[in-house]
């Protein structure tokens, strides 16, 4: 009988989590992520390696800018000290560095989706003029002559030369590990416990899903479309969105549903950082939609907030914060 139980409580611990391999954890609320893991099987010494790039600046130019520098743990992998993008040379680029978590589960990448495969992601922001303005063969080149670099491409791949693909391959490797799905709201919902929301939080959550949900989707807290949000169009920065890639009309002002996931830290808000905080976010949904004919079906109807809902609706937003992500020394660089 007691070998019987255990068995049975082996099986509950494995169905609890749908694993695609030792090193990649499906949280068992999260639906199948559409990451082709066949194409790049993860191993420990990869991601080491791709850690190992995501925080060096060996990928700039100059040397002075790393992925990090822009994508900071401890604020969801984004940055909070200004509104867009900073480069080399002191370039300021046009867009918000989006937060980096649950990148498995996404279709599109970049506020306009120009990329569409998490592998060759980090190619864009190494070869854009504002950011690290660098080409693949130069890093290959400069970490050709790092034996530190040598080391780990051996360790990851036999092979102590460096190539293109697989620096790409490797960064993406790192990232994809960066799941966040321990709030406290995911401690709720799987009714762990301990936990349960206040009765702010609880009436903040129902008017999430009466207002929010239709595009911050559970439980990723997105739906990967794009969406035009009525912002008014900044006239510097003249960003059309997803019509810049599509070259689509319809496209126009549309831009990449974002993850709420860890929303209090990962300020500041929209694609391009207008907004310093929530209670701003939340007076644009309300009382700021600019009508146009992309705007998204969901807001051509007025969101009524009272003060007391919006309290309550951050409040529950807050619920969102990851701790165990946002401290998880797996994603810390390492020291060498």
């Excluded at 040598?150 to 190539?163: R, V």
């Excluded at 808000?269 to 146009?292: A, C, K, S, W």
């Amino acid at each position: 009988m007691k070998k019987l139980f255990v068995i049975s409580a082996l099986i509950i611990i494995v169905l609890s989590f749908k694993t695609i391999d030792d090193l990649f954890v499906v949280p068992k609320n999260f639906p199948k992520p559409v990451y082709d893991f066949s194409n790049n099987p993860l191993s420990a010494d990869k991601i080491a390696l791709g850690k190992a790039l995501f925080y060096d600046p060996i990928l700039s130019k100059d040397n002075t800018i790393s992925c990090s520098s822009c994508h900071l743990s401890y604020t969801a992998f984004t940055h909070t000290d200004h509104n867009v993008s900073h480069g080399i040379d002191n370039r300021i680029g046009v867009r918000n560095a989006p937060a980096l978590m649950n990148l498995a589960w996404n279709k599109h990448f970049m506020w306009d989706g120009a990329v569409h495969q998490l592998d060759m992601q980090a190619l864009a922001p190494i070869s854009n003029h504002d950011e690290m303005d660098e080409t693949i063969e130069n890093v290959v080149s400069k970490l050709q002559q790092s034996n530190k670099y040598k080391q780990l491409f051996y360790k990851a791949f036999n092979d102590s030369n460096a190539t293109g693909e697989h620096t790409l391959k490797s960064i993406a490797q790192f990232m994809v590990t960066l799941i966040s799905a321990n709030s406290k709201y995911d401690k709720v919902i799987r009714k762990e416990t301990g936990y349960s929301f206040t009765e702010n939080e609880l009436k903040g959550y129902n008017l999430f899903k009466q207002n929010c949900a239709s595009c911050h989707t559970e439980p990723l807290f997105t739906n990967n479309e794009f969406e035009n949000n009525g912002l008014t169009t900044d006239k510097f920065l003249n960003d059309i969105g997803r019509a810049k890639i599509s070259q689509n009309p319809n496209d126009s002002f549309k831009f990449k549903v974002p993850s709420l996931r860890n929303v209090e830290l990962s300020y500041p808000y929209m694609h391009d950082g207008r907004f310093p905080n929530l209670q701003m976010v939340l007076f644009h949904y309300t009382e700021d939609i600019h009508q146009n004919p992309t705007l998204s079906k969901q807001l051509k109807k007025k969101i009524v907030l009272g003060e007391a809902d919006k309290n309550n609706l951050i409040a529950f937003l807050k619920t969102l914060t990851d701790e165990e992500f946002l401290q998880n020394p797996k994603f810390q660089p390492e020291r060498y």
